[in-house]
Every structure is written in structure tokens, then in C-alpha cells.
């Protein structure tokens, strides 16, 4: 049976058990950074087993192996493989020169309620909770109580 375990440095690789007389034993079939068409057939080709290319897939995304099988990057590419790339990003953006340019306060309110509604849409729904600071709760509990005739 084959499947994909990860290696050090973001790479992983497409193993193989096979029975031996020493007892059981792990081939390499091919090692790669993106799991690929081309990486999917040359583990075909060197599997002494059948090759199930279902299970091989599946695998692939349980150890977070990014995939552009079928010819399109893959949705549900893990959060590991997201953040690494996220973070050479940053580390690039870092290194050029900042733009300088007069700062319009509405421009930079404007990218900062833009840069929280992009975080937000990447996070779970979150049910509301009251107000726990106390003066905070006493303004709600203020709103809420009937007003009072002096």
C-alpha cells in the first residue's frame, strides 16, 4: 500500500510497505514539494504493489502535502503549507524599502476595516456573549431596564 509522509523542509515523499523475510519495510517512490500529475506516475511506475491513486490522494492531504493534481491548486491546501507561504510573503515585502507617501487618515482607516473584514471571513462564526467588562454591562443592563418617570 502507498502512501505520503512529510519530510523536513516542507518537502514529503510517496512510500510503499512491502513484506520482506526481515518483516515488514518502507520504499521511497518518489519525493517531491507539490503532488503532481507527473510525481503521481512516477510512484505508479515504481510500485511493486498496486497502486491505488484514491488512497495515495487521500493521504497526501492528511500530511498536508499541497497538491496540483488535475491541473488546478488544491482549496483545501493546509493551513501549514498557507501560513509558510504567507510568511516568505511577508518576509519579502519586509525586505523592499518602505513607499513613502502622505498618510490619508481616511486611506488607512479605509485598509485597516478592509485588512479586519478579511481576517474575519476567514474565521468560524462565533456566538454573541454578553458584555463581561463592568461598566459595559451596566450601560446594556441601563438600556435595556424600562426608563423610570422622576
Do not use: C, N, W
Not at 492531504?61 to 504567507?86: D, I, K, L, N, Q
Amino acid at each position: 500500500m502507498a502512501y505520503v509522509v512529510a519530510r523536513p523542509k516542507g518537502r514529503f515523499e510517496i512510500r510503499e510497505s512491502i513484506h520482506t523475510p526481515a518483516g515488514p519495510r518502507a520504499r521511497s517512490l518518489a519525493g517531491f514539494d507539490v503532488l503532481t500529475d507527473e510525481v503521481l506516475a512516477k510512484a505508479a511506475r515504481r510500485a511493486q504493489r498496486p497502486f491505488d491513486l484514491v488512497a495515495v490522494l487521500a493521504s497526501g492531504r492528511r500530511a498536508g502535502a499541497p497538491s496540483t493534481v488535475g491541473g488546478a491548486r488544491r482549496a483545501s491546501e493546509s493551513s501549514r503549507s498557507r501560513f509558510v507561504e504567507a510568511s516568505r510573503r511577508m518576509a519579502l515585502a519586509l525586505q523592499r524599502p518602505p513607499v513613502t507617501r502622505s498618510l490619508d487618515p481616511g486611506a488607512a482607516l479605509i485598509d485597516l476595516l478592509g485588512f479586519a473584514e478579511a481576517v474575519a471571513r476567514g474565521q468560524p462564526a462565533r456566538q454573541f456573549e454578553p458584555l463581561e467588562f463592568p461598566a459595559l454591562a451596566r450601560l446594556v443592563q441601563e438600556r435595556r431596564a424600562p426608563a423610570r418617570a422622576d
